[in-house]
């Protein structure tokens, strides 16, 4: 019984090393040397390489002269977390927040909070207001928003809005 007990606890001990630490680490080690931007979160670094974000998560842009996203969890729904889609509290926040021709994704949360992305009406509906803001075209900025779409052959087309800023600070040479 004793013997048993022993071989149990070994098995498990390198069980364990094996798939907690070994495979963990090889892993870790192959994707840094084949997709290493990637493995280390997508990081959008500045000009001095300080890390300012991810591509893979929703920022929070509020100035008029940005394309914003989709409201975030606990950001303007009063901190009340992620609605349920028929909750009385999500259509008051959606009766709050909808305007006229207004997408819908624009007037409804994030169901993780952190979608670094956009359907492409969405960020279209949005030109008016940047164009303003950023004394530019909207013809410029429609073509800005087609260079930055990604999808649209099997799905819906959609725009990282990380992207899409970076992209208008560099046309405005802001960064």
Do not use: C
């Not at 606890?9 to 495979?23: E, I, P």
């Not at 303007?76 to 028929?86: C, F, M, P, T």
Request: hydrophobic share 40%.
């Amino acid at each position: 019984m004793i013997k048993s007990i022993k071989e149990s606890l070994l098995l498990l001990v390198m069980m364990s090393v094996l798939t907690g630490v070994f495979y963990p680490g090889v892993v870790m080690a192959i994707a840094q040397l084949v997709w290493p931007a990637q493995a280390n979160g997508s990081l959008i670094l500045d000009g001095s390489g300080q890390a300012r974000g991810s591509y893979l998560l929703g920022q929070d842009y509020s100035g008029k002269g940005y394309f914003h996203l989709r409201p975030l969890t606990g950001q303007d729904n009063g901190g009340r977390g992620n609605l349920a889609v028929s909750s009385e509290a999500r259509r008051q926040f959606e009766a709050a927040h909808a305007k006229p021709g207004m997408p819908a994704v624009l007037a409804t949360v994030s169901a993780s909070g952190v979608d670094p992305d956009l359907p492409f009406d969405a960020a279209v509906y949005q030109i008016p207001r940047v164009a303003r803001a950023r004394h530019m075209s909207q013809f410029e900025l429609e073509s800005v928003i087609q260079k930055q779409a990604q999808g649209g052959m099997l799905g819906p087309r959609y725009v990282n809005v990380m992207r899409l800023n970076q992209e208008l600070d560099k046309i405005s040479g802001i960064h």
